[in-house]
């Protein structure tokens, strides 16, 4: 079992960026492909990217792809989802997720372990 804590959520002004953490602790993060998701008041959880266990091999949803990178530091146990160009349709709060299986993927119920999450606001 791993246990995940988001960091680095806030306040920023639209066009600006911030850089969200997830850090793993239990069983190494290494042996889990990484997921971020975010959840908007009223709207279902989405997919933002993921992440395959070696780092080699990223998935984007359109909608963030070229403006988000996600990263990993097996050796630290963290994933990383840098956040550039931000606009206020970004606002959610923002979760990481674990997934046990053999890959990448998208869909939230695939993922076996969640954080608490973190709330970005992007104002206009």
């Known amino acids: 079992q791993v246990q995940l804590v988001e960091s680095g959520g806030g306040l920023v002004q639209a066009g600006g960026s911030l850089r969200l953490s997830c850090t793993a602790s239990g069983r190494t993060s290494s042996g889990y492909n990484m997921g971020w998701f975010r959840q908007a008041p009223g709207k279902e959880r989405e997919f933002v990217a993921s992440i395959s266990r070696s780092g080699g091999i990223t998935y984007y949803s359109e909608s963030v792809r070229g403006r988000f990178t996600i990263s990993r530091d097996n050796a630290k146990n963290t994933v990383l989802l840098q956040m550039n160009n931000l606009k206020p349709e970004d606002t959610a709060i923002y979760y990481c997720?674990?997934?046990?299986?053999?890959?990448?993927?998208?869909?939230?119920?695939?993922?076996?372990?969640w954080g608490q999450g973190t709330q970005v606001t992007v104002s206009s």
């Open positions: 997720a674990a997934d046990v299986g053999a890959g990448i993927r998208s869909v939230p119920n695939e993922y076996d372990y």
